[in-house]
């Protein structure tokens, strides 16, 4: 549904006007991607890659493998929250990613110029990934949805990649999601 121009009036201050026209198709193909054989060829998983300052005793690269006790993913309405652990590296990941003011779903392509939800402008989205509860502010960065699968509204897979970048962090976070809802 487009936003109507209730909506727009109540934008924060600074933010455009406009009707959000959905992500960027083609996704640019500069964008990081995990380097070739780093990632398991089949199951569900999420790779990691960061400055280890961030979460000090973790290795990166890491891929969190997915099971059903330490993996979830949850798509509703337009916004996408996963958690993920790794128990032998006692590494939490939680990452919320929202598309922008007025799509109910993740749309394939890409999301630039985000920020954290507190101060993102509604009309490009937002995503905000935290690791072992450790935030960081004035998030910036990008995602890419570079398949979405949805049955009957609910979404059933996805692969997304990822930017984050936090002050303070001479490299950005990068990740990969990887994921395939058990129908069994």
């Not at 490009?124 to 998030?139: H, Y």
Request: glycine share 10%.
């Amino acid at each position: 549904a487009a936003c109507g121009s209730d909506s727009i009036a109540a934008l924060p201050p600074g933010t455009s006007s406009g009707t959000p026209s959905g992500p960027t198709l083609p996704v640019p193909a500069t964008l990081w991607s995990p380097p070739a054989g780093s990632t398991p060829l089949q199951g569900s998983y999420l790779y990691v890659d960061m400055d280890a300052s961030f979460t000090p005793g973790v290795t990166y690269p890491r891929t969190i493998v997915a099971t059903l006790l330490d993996f979830t993913v949850l798509a509703r309405d337009g916004t996408l929250t996963i958690s993920a652990s790794d128990s032998a590296a006692s590494l939490v990941v939680h990452g919320v990613f929202a598309t922008m003011l007025g799509h109910l779903q993740l749309d394939e392509g890409y999301y630039d110029g985000l920020r954290e939800a507190a101060n993102a402008n509604p009309l490009r989205g937002s995503l905000d990934v935290m690791l072992n509860t450790r935030a960081c502010t004035s998030v910036t960065g990008w995602f890419v949805v570079d398949h979405s699968f949805y049955f009957n509204g609910r979404l059933t897979a996805l692969d997304l990649r990822f930017e984050q970048r936090c002050p303070g962090f001479t490299a950005p976070m990068h990740g990969k999601l990887h994921w395939t809802e058990n129908l069994t």
